[in-house]
């Protein structure tokens, strides 16, 4: 199975200011199809989860244009341009290239 | 607009058998898998298996594999997921969510979470 490790763990950030995860698969991610499914998903507090990224870098239907994806291959990146109260929650990154897919341990944005 | 709506909170004691709900709306419903998450207290997110509506295919991993059985009824465009016998450790929140093979393997939409307490 492919495993998923993402860092920091906790990330305390003054709003305004960035903000960036990792996350590092244990084996690449590009699959046979030319693709890398690495997605990242937010999930604010007491609600269910919600997609952010897909395929590294493509932002979803109604993301805000603070949130980039980048990364190759094993490694991966979230990036947060100016960090605002409502990002605050875990952030998980998910692989869809082999199966089971599998998730990050999540990345706790709390602000300063 | 995309929904999933999932059944409401269960108290069960161990031993005793489940089957929890998601129904899904505003897209076709057969023609998307649809995975089911675990979010155990305090705890990231597990997939537990994906099942494909239309045709029934479906796919575990390896963890739940004997512990689960996901189906689904593509006439009403319901998801389910079933335990015989529940243990202790299976409490946690279960999500439903949509999985899009087209744009890309994505899980692009989420039920509310169905809350299952299993305590004697």
């Known amino acids: 199975d492919v495993v998923m490790t993402q860092t920091p763990l906790s990330s305390p950030v003054t709003l305004g200011q960035p903000a960036s995860i990792s996350c590092r698969s244990s084996?690449?991610?590009?699959?046979?199809?030319?693709?890398?499914?690495l997605s990242w998903l937010q999930q604010r507090p007491g609600q269910p989860p919600r997609l952010l990224i897909y395929?590294?870098?493509n932002r979803f239907s109604g993301v805000p244009d603070r949130f980039s994806g980048s990364g190759s291959g094993t490694d991966f990146t979230l990036k947060i341009t100016r960090v605002e109260a409502e990002d605050v929650g875990v952030y998980y990154c998910?692989?869809?290239?082999?199966?089971?897919?599998?998730f990050g341990r999540g990345t706790k944005l709390e602000i300063k | 607009e995309v929904q999933l709506v999932q059944s409401g909170a269960e108290v069960k004691k161990p031993g005793e058998s489940l089957k929890i709900s998601c129904k899904g709306s505003?897209?076709?419903?057969?023609?998307?898998?649809v995975a089911w998450v675990r979010q155990m207290p305090g705890k990231g997110l597990e997939l537990m298996g994906i099942?494909?509506?239309?045709?029934?295919?479906?796919r575990y991993s390896p963890s739940f594999q004997g512990q689960i059985t996901i189906s689904a009824d593509k006439s009403n465009g319901t998801a389910y997921l079933q335990w015989i016998s529940l243990k202790a450790s299976d409490t946690a929140i279960y999500y439903c969510?949509?999985?899009?093979?087209?744009?890309?393997?994505?899980?692009?939409?989420w039920g509310q979470g169905t809350q299952v307490t299993v305590s004697s």
């Open positions: 084996q690449s991610l590009l699959h046979s199809d030319g693709n890398t499914y």
């Open positions: 998910m692989q869809a290239t082999q199966f089971p897919y599998s």
């Open positions: 099942m494909f509506p239309d045709d029934s295919d479906t």
């Open positions: 395929k590294i870098s």
């Open positions: 505003g897209y076709s419903f057969p023609h998307y898998w």
């Open positions: 969510a949509r999985l899009s093979v087209v744009r890309g393997f994505l899980l692009d939409f």
